[in-house]
C-alpha cells in the first residue's frame, strides 16, 4: 500500500511509494468510486483526489475511464485458474470443488474487491453487465468440459450461474442471514447438491427446449 | 402516464394531468435516476427536471429523498399477496408456486420497475439493502408454514432467497442466455425441483447447525 505522507508532493509529482503502491492506491479509489457513483457519475478527477495522485498519472497508468473501470474488474490469474481447476474436477465431485472455488473467489483479498466491484457494477449498469454475463453463462459452459458435451450444456451453465451469482449476492452483498453469518464450509455442504445436480443430473426438459 | 405537454407551466404551477399522472411521473424519474446515481448522487433537483415539475412538488407528494426513495421501492400489495398465497400452497406444489409468483412479480409491469430499482439500490449501497435482506430471509420465513415449523426453517428461507434472487439477477439483470430468453414457463420448470427441495427435501446438515 502506498503511504500517505506529503500528499501535496505526491500530487504533484505522481511519486509515491514505487509504481504498483501508487497503481493499487488508485485501483481502490476507483472501486469504491465507482461502486458509490456508477460509471456514468464517476470522474477520474475525483478518484485522483481520493488516491492523492494527479489526474495524469491515471491516464499514465491505465489510459481512460473505461480502461480504468475494466482494471478494476480485473481478477487475478491464480483465482480463475483455481475455478478452471474446479470445473475439470471427477463428475461425482465436480459440484463441490466449482461451489468452494466460486466463494473462495468471493472470500480471497487478491479478488475480493474486483468481484464485488464487478456484481456492482453489472447490476447498476448495461455498460458493465456484458463481462458478469460472458463469466455466468459462456465462460462457465466453455470451462466445462462436463457441459461441453452435453446438448443442454448451455442451460445447465445458465443455472449454475443463476445460483451461484445468488449465493454471493445473499451472503456478500446484501448479507442475508443465516447464509451470510454461517461458515464457508457448511454452506458449501449446503450448497453444493443443487449445483452438482444442475450438473449432472437430468433437467426437467428434453435437451431440444434450449 | 402525465403528459409532457407545456412543460414550463407544469415547471411553473406544478399542474400536470392529475395528481396521480404526476405522482407517477415523478416516481418513473426517480427509479432512473437512483438507479443511474445511486441514493448517495441523486438529487431531488434534477429528478424534478425529469419528471418536469419543480422539486416542491416532490416534497409535497414525498417527503424528504429518503421517503422518495423508499416509495420508488414499493411493491402493489395485490403482488405480494400472490406471493404469500403461493407459500401457503400444499407442501409438494409450493415450490412451483414460490417460483411462479416470484417471477411474476419481476415481469408484471405494475411490480417490475421496483422490484428492479430495489435489488439495484440493494446491491449498489448498504443503505437500501436492509429491505431485500428483509425480503429475502426473514419475510420468507415467517410467510411459509412450512418453515415456519421447522427448526432448518431460516436456513431454507435464505437459501432459496440466494436462488430466487440469482435467478431474477441472470435473467432481468444482467441477461445471462438462456435462461433471460427462455419463456417463463421452461424457467418455472427448470428451477421448480431445487427450490422444492429446499422447501421441503432433507437438508446435508443436522438442524443445530443453523
Given at each position: 500500500m502506498a503511504s500517505s505522507t506529503e500528499p501535496s508532493t505526491a500530487q504533484r509529482?505522481?511519486?509515491?511509494?514505487?509504481d504498483s503502491g501508487t497503481r493499487e492506491a488508485i485501483l481502490v479509489a476507483a472501486r469504491e468510486h465507482f461502486a458509490k457513483s456508477g460509471y456514468a457519475g464517476a470522474s477520474l478527477r475525483t478518484i485522483a483526489g481520493a488516491a492523492g495522485v494527479d489526474p495524469a498519472l491515471i491516464r499514465h497508468f491505465f489510459g481512460s475511464k473505461d480502461d480504468l473501470f475494466a482494471a478494476t474488474l480485473e481478477i487475478p490469474p491464480e483465482v480463475t485458474d483455481r475455478l478452471g481447476q474446479a470445473l475439470e474436477s471427477a463428475s461425482d465431485g465436480i459440484g463441490e470443488a466449482l461451489v468452494r472455488a466460486y466463494l473462495g473467489m468471493w472470500e480471497d483479498p487478491a479478488s475480493a474487491e474486483s468481484v464485488r466491484a464487478m456484481v456492482r457494477s453489472a447490476i447498476a449498469s448495461d455498460k458493465a453487465a456484458d463481462r458478469l454475463r460472458g463469466l455466468l453463462g459462456e465462460q462457465l459452459h466453455a470451462s466445462a468440459p462436463l457441459l461441453l458435451d452435453r446438448p443442454d450444456g448451455r442451460v445447465r451453465a445458465a443455472l449454475i450461474g443463476s445460483h451461484l451469482i445468488g449465493i454471493a449476492v445473499a451472503r456478500y452483498?446484501?448479507?442475508?442471514?443465516p447464509i451470510a453469518a454461517l461458515d464457508l464450509d457448511t454452506v458449501v455442504t449446503l450448497c453444493t447438491p443443487a449445483i452438482q445436480r444442475y450438473l449432472t443430473a437430468p433437467l426437467p426438459l428434453e435437451p431440444s427446449s434450449e
Open positions: 509529482t505522481g511519486r509515491r511509494s514505487g452483498l446484501v448479507r442475508v442471514d
